[in-house]
């Protein structure tokens, strides 16, 4: 069986599926590797290492057309869809839940599409297969330390003989894997720190890490499916943003990480609690992206500066600015994805498995996956009420 590594579709994307060490893994295993020329540049690995871990580097056409799987980090573009053929797998984050139509263009193609970011996370036989947890952990760290670079003070408590500098006030929002990495490191960086989670059985976990668990009076738990958040009611939401402006007009540093999976990322902090911010103050919002933020008015990828002086970064793309590592991850949880699929050298699906059934999504010309059963029906609604225009569910907005 030939697996192929291409390059990723986004052009900002630094990752690669796989690195060397996984490559001689599967070699060990007895797949074959090819890998497009290049694909490992943005994670500093060279080709020659690839080669050297048994891989053949060859070109994108290549790759695409000789592959029995193609492994990605990242959705795929429409020239690389458009190359997928009948009965080739194709496995990475294809974030089914809120792009429907890439889900048809795969079930069209005949594609045997394998989605990291479905993986069902609690079962055990699954944790090493958990992309969406390796990459939360490396966002989560890398929003701290993004936090204190623009911070203009110390995190830290620092007596000098140039005076005495207090410790920084972070707050990180959304106390899953992401945030409670934030929380760790900015704990260890010596900021003083609060965590908040609409789930209560985070308390636990953020007290656990030496921070302060806010508890909201206006918003009662809201845990949902599977260990995730439900999504807020119009009415949660906004005493959520009014409960919470209180205790963010308090913060040198936020910190927001809320997601609820196929949903819009849920708006905590609105533009009336930034304006009641000290200007210094920083927001790092994980959830920016072309869908809405956590925070309004923040911009995937971009830094905005607002009039009264606060700094909102937009940072959803974290893992892929630790490239070496979030890569090294990735290629761990991948090959084991592909090595639990992988019979006597091909793929051999079994749907009746619970892990399978969590993870392919379309198959011979269908969508199997039952959360994407009728795609529009879970995003539509959620996507409609956009704070800054209609977003589309093809992952446009306007
Ligand atoms: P996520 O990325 O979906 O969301 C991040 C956090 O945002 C969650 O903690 C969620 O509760 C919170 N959130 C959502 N809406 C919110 C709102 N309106 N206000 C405040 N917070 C909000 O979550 P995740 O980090 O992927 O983890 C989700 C769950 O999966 C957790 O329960 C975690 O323990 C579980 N998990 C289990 C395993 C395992 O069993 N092996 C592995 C990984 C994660």
């Known amino acids: ?18 690195v060397p060490e996984a490559v001689a893994k599967l070699r060990a295993a007895g797949l074959e590797v090819l890998v497009e020329s290049g694909a490992g540049k943005g994670s500093w690995h060279p080709d020659k290492s690839y080669a050297e871990a048994g891989a053949a580097i060859v070109s994108r056409d290549e790759a695409l057309s000789a592959a029995d799987a193609v492994l990605t980090v990242g959705p795929p573009d429409q020239q690389t869809i458009t190359r997928l053929r009948k009965g080739q797998a194709l496995l990475g984050m294809l974030s089914p839940l809120t792009d429907p139509v890439l889900v048809r263009q795969l079930a069209d193609a005949g594609v045997t599409a394998v989605s990291l970011d479905l993986i069902p996370r609690t079962l055990p036989r699954a944790q090493a297969m958990d992309a969406l947890s390796s990459q939360a952990n490396i966002a989560g760290y890398k929003a701290a330390l993004v936090a204190a670079a623009a911070y203009g003070r110390f995190f830290p408590l620092l007596i000098t003989a ?6 920084a006030k972070v707050l990180v929002l959304g106390a899953g894997v992401a945030g409670l990495q934030a929380i760790g490191t900015a704990r260890r960086l010596g900021a003083v720190v609060s965590g908040y989670d609409v789930r209560p059985e985070t308390k636990s976990e953020v007290a656990s890490l030496g921070a302060t668990f806010i508890e909201l009076t206006a918003v009662g738990p809201a845990s949902g499916e599977g260990g995730y958040a439900r999504e807020l009611t119009a009415e949660e939401r906004q005493a959520q943003q009014e409960e919470l402006a209180g205790h963010i007009a308090q913060q040198d540093v936020i910190i927001t990480t809320a997601q609820v999976p196929g949903r ?8 009336s609690a930034i304006s009641a911010m000290a200007p210094g103050s920083v927001i790092v919002d994980m959830g920016a992206s072309e869908l809405g933020g956590n925070a309004e008015g923040s911009q995937p990828g971009e830094t905005v500066v607002t009039g009264n002086g606060v700094t909102i970064i937009g940072a959803g793309t974290l893992p892929s600015t630790m490239s070496a590592a979030a890569s090294a ?22 749907l009746s498995d619970e892990l399978q059934a969590g993870v392919i999504i379309t198959r011979d010309g269908q969508v199997v996956h039952p959360a994407l059963a009728e795609p529009a029906a879970p995003t539509e609604p959620a996507l409609a009420d956009s704070p800054g225009g209609t977003a589309r569910v093809d992952g446009t907005s306007h």
Request: charged share 20%.
């Open 329 to 350: 991850m990735y290629a761990r949880n991948i090959s084991a994805l592909l090595l639990y699929l992988v019979k006597d050298g091909s793929l051999a699906v079994d």
């Open 264 to 271: 819009r990322p849920p708006q905590l902090i609105n533009a």
């Open 162 to 167: 140039a005076g005495t500098a207090r410790p």
């Open 1 to 18: 069986m030939k697996v192929a590594v291409v390059k990723e579709a986004a052009p900002a994307e630094r990752r690669a599926a796989l």
